[in-house]
DNA sequence: GTTATTGCAAACATTTTGCACCAGC
DNA sequence: GCTGGTGCAAAATGTTTGCAATAAC
């Protein structure tokens, strides 16, 4: 992926562009280890001897918001625990950050062969990401607000 | 659930018992909102005036180890960031936390009617966690040291 | 030239660690 | 009484904020 095409997505995307920024980019779209900020800031420091974390940090923020880049760990402010270890599903609120059992979903994941044979899962996990129903309130009450 | 059958679950889980162990368990298995470290300490702080986080943080280490509970958002450490926002799933190595993508997963999930009514789902999201070919065999190598 | 970004320092939040005192067995 | 837990202080880590210098447009 060339410096042009790095350029122009973060100007459809309304992000002022930086040599920062393009090559915090440039590393998402290369690496398939999904850094941390703390990975992209160390691997970066090279060619930019004055990067900061802040700055990686500001970008991602930016990048996330713009829809060119994802938390693989959404949520991860503080760890939020559950006393029942028995298989069920979890809806977490982005809002609110309210976490609902589902306990009676139909769930059927099938791996593929390579997979399997170098990596041993021992729990699979579905979150779904959403709004709850107070929030959804809340949002339609924040569009009725802007009539 | 009363004290009695509390005490016993630590006991046959070989945990010393204490006052502060059996009421943060009761709060795990009561609670359904998925508390973090900091709400226990919170609804707690009133009976157990001496409380403090670290005792919590302590014990919850200890009920996750013997799978009393669980942590809905593992691997919380530092945020991960994936440059592919495309539909994919990831294995998480709970040993070295490297993360891999899976492109060519079928997942299917079905979800209850009642959820459907009370949440709004955006985004949707599998994990699976377990341990990667390279910590497979390192646990192996463990093994052989046992011997 | 104006506006937004960077870099610095510092704050903040979450979690972990070292150590003295105390409680469970 | 011995072992291990609790509570305090402090450190470590990850992330955010306020502000002056600087770069993008």
Redesign the interface.
């Known amino acids: 992926m060339d410096k042009k095409e790095l350029v122009s997505i973060l100007r459809e995307n309304e992000i002022q562009v930086t040599p920062q920024r393009l090559a915090i980019?440039e590393?998402?779209?290369?690496?398939?280890?999904?850094?941390?900020?703390?990975m992209?800031f160390t691997c970066l420091k090279d060619e930019f001897p004055s990067l900061t974390l802040v700055t990686v940090y500001n970008t991602?923020q930016k990048l996330?918001l713009s829809?060119?880049?994802?938390?693989?760990?959404?949520?991860?402010?503080?760890?939020?625990?559950?006393?029942?270890?028995t298989a069920h599903?979890?809806?977490?609120?982005?809002n609110c950050q309210?976490?609902?059992?589902?306990h009676?979903?139909?769930?059927?994941?099938?791996?593929?062969k390579w997979?399997n044979?170098?990596?041993?899962?021992?729990?699979?996990?579905?979150?779904?990401?959403?709004?709850?129903?107070e929030c959804?309130e809340l949002a339609d009450d924040d569009k009725a607000l802007l009539n």
């Open positions: 980019l590393q998402l779209k290369l690496r398939k280890d999904h850094p941390s900020a703390e992209l991602l996330e829809g060119l880049c994802m938390k693989v760990n959404p949520l991860h402010t503080s760890a939020r625990y559950d006393g029942n270890v599903q979890h809806a977490i609120c982005i309210k976490i609902v059992d589902i009676d979903a139909t769930v059927f994941i099938e791996l593929p997979f044979e170098i990596f041993k899962v021992l729990k699979q996990c579905v979150n779904l990401y959403g709004l709850c129903k959804q």
